[in-house]
T-cell receptor
Framework: EPEVTQTPSHQVTQMGQEVILRCVPI?????FYWYRQILGQKVEFLVS????????KSEIFDDQFSVERPDGSNFTLKIRSTKLEDSAMYFC????????????FGPGTRLLVL | DQQVKQNSPSLSVQEGRISILNCDYT??????FLWYKKYPAEGPTFLIS?????DKNEDGRFTVFLNKSAKHLSLHIVPSQPGDSAVYFC??????????FGDGTTLTVKP
């Protein structure tokens, strides 16, 4: 069964460093998402991406965040200058098309900012 | 403003009995509702969904009920099994687009 994959599974970084989280969505999906879950809190929407551009973003997704689909398979989330409060699980998700709204999630990347 | 609420942070049931997880929402624009199951340090796993044009959807042991007038949905698991023990998230979306998640309910099924 097709699945969303994410790398790395864990990332430890120093405050102020840049990190890139990688995702390979399900191959025939068209919509891509990033969510995060801070420990003990709910899953929060960050950004959605369709047709090579951001379609929606939350207040969390400020100028330090960016997303990119550099090739036909990868979808990346870049955090330019990490802060302590960016420590969280980051989940990538993908869905097929408008009318197929189920989003399938990857296993997540645990980011720890020291 | 919490648009999707799961008021019970935890639920404990005996194996073989029914588990009922509840979710309330406030945004009338939500058109599609989903339940996800999540284990620690893993991503949410899709369980079952329902669109606003239906009031019930069933898939094996899992049934989701939607009451649009009350802006309430529930997930029924019957019979409950110990492997069902996990955190269950309710999510809602206005069709394709971001999903708004509830806080989650931790279900424990005792053997």
């Amino acid at each position: 069964e097709p699945e969303v994959t994410q790398t790395p599974s864990h990332q430890v970084t120093q405050m102020g460093q840049e990190v890139i989280l990688r995702c390979v969505p399900i191959s025939n999906h068209l919509y891509f998402y990033w969510y995060r879950q801070i420990l003990g809190q709910k899953v929060e929407f960050l950004v959605s991406f369709y047709n090579n551009e951001i379609s929606e973003k939350s207040e969390i997704f400020d100028d330090q965040f960016s997303v990119e689909r550099p090739d036909g398979s990868n979808f990346t989330l870049k955090i330019r200058s990490t802060k302590l409060e960016d420590s969280a699980m980051y989940f990538c998700a993908s869905s097929g098309s408008r009318g197929q709204e189920t989003q399938y999630f990857g296993p997540g990347t645990r980011l720890l900012v020291l | 403003d919490q648009q999707v609420k799961q008021n019970s942070p935890s639920l404990s049931v005996q194996e073989g009995r029914i588990s009922i997880l509840n979710c309330d929402y406030t945004n009338s624009m939500f058109d599609y509702f989903l339940w996800y199951k999540k284990y620690p340090a893993e991503g949410p796993t899709f369980l079952i969904s329902i669109s606003s044009i239906k009031d019930k959807n069933e898939d094996g042991r899992f049934t989701v009920f939607l009451n649009k007038s009350a802006k309430h949905l529930s997930l029924h698991i019957v019979p409950s099994q110990p492997g069902d023990s996990a955190v269950y998230f309710c999510a809602a979306s206005p069709g394709a687009g971001k999903s708004t998640f509830g806080d989650g309910t931790t279900l424990t099924v005792k053997p």
